[in-house]
């Protein structure tokens, strides 16, 4: 079993940067990839950005240039930092977990993030 605990989102205005953090806790060295999702009222959860137990990096259109997603593989722990943040951006952030075999995946409570213009 995976916990995962996000901290770091709030209220900030359109231009300004947030850091999100993902710690995580319980068996992690199965873990294969860990991510960032977003889900905005009314709308579909979407990925963010993701990254591999080896560092590789992957993002969604929208937040290439603006967020890196980065691994603290000592300390368990995910980040996603956000610049130049804008109004669209606003959402809940959801971290995941996901471990390839055997299958699980683990869900953070999510933490809000809201730009205002």
């Known amino acids: 079993q995976v916990q995962l605990v996000e901290s770091g989102g709030g209220l900030v205005q359109s231009g300004g940067s947030l850091r999100l953090s993902c710690a995580a806790s319980?068996?992690?060295?199965?873990?294969?990839?860990m991510g960032w999702f977003r889900q905005a009222p009314g709308m579909q959860r979407e990925l963010v950005a993701t990254?591999?137990?080896?560092?590789?990096?992957d993002y969604a259109d929208s937040v290439k240039g603006r967020f890196t997603i980065s691994r603290d593989n000592a300390k368990n722990t995910v980040h996603l930092q956000m610049n130049s943040l804008k109004p669209e951006d606003t959402a809940v952030y959801y971290c995941?977990?996901?471990?390839?075999?055997?299958?699980?995946?683990?869900w953070g409570q999510g933490t809000q993030v809201t730009v205002s213009s």
């Open positions: 995941k977990a996901v471990r390839i075999q055997p299958p699980y995946v683990s």
């Open positions: 319980g068996s992690m060295f199965s873990i294969n990839g």
């Open positions: 990254i591999t137990s080896g560092g590789s990096t």
